[in-house]
């Protein structure tokens, strides 16, 4: 792993209090990442080639799985990136250089330097990207947050680790985006 498993540290009074990557720590024990993510079905019959899709995923395990699956999927323009920031960066680039923007923003919630949440509102204020969907997929997701994610803007939320659903979303999207050509 690039990073290994520890995320962070705090020192807390007198104890120094390791933050560890869990999602890295299963997969180093279970090696994981070695099982084969299936293709999720595309019922819809859409181009997902045509599909831009990023990235904001702080987990490079995560990272891996999500790449995997959509890959396999079809979705042959794929970028991601390790947390919000870097993200919102690469918007700001493409929007310079008049670079095609994302269709689809998949987003994690709590990354380092901009968290997801912060993203989906930077987008989806900004003229110029809001267009772009915007996908919370997160563990932190729950009735009670639920609506933080609608305050932001966001197109659809979902729990970790249901990625299909993420797919099966971008799918409709893409379907109705194409329906007027």
Known sequence: HSHGAVTGMAEIGEELIMMLDFESIHEMITCDHSRAKPAVDNALNVDRSQCKVWLAEDSSFIRASIEQMLTVSGFEQFTA?????????????????????????????????????????????????????????????????????????????????????????????????????
């Not at 009670?144 to 994610?149: A, L, N, S, V």
């Not at 979303?169 to 893409?174: A, E, L, M, N, V």
């Open 81 to 181: 990136f390790s947390n919000g920031q870097e993200a919102w960066d690469a918007f700001a680039l493409a929007l310079e250089s008049g670079d095609k923007l994302p269709d689809v923003l998949i987003s994690d919630i709590e990354m380092p330097q901009m968290d997801g949440l912060h993203l989906c509102k930077r987008v989806k204020a900004n003229p110029d990207t809001a267009r772009t969907k915007v996908v919370l997929y997160s563990s932190l997701i729950t009735a009670e947050t639920r609506h933080k994610g609608n305050e932001v803007g966001a197109d659809e939320q979902f729990n970790k680790p249901r990625l299909e659903n993420v797919v099966r979303t971008s799918d409709q999207w893409i379907a109705e985006s194409t329906a007027g050509d």
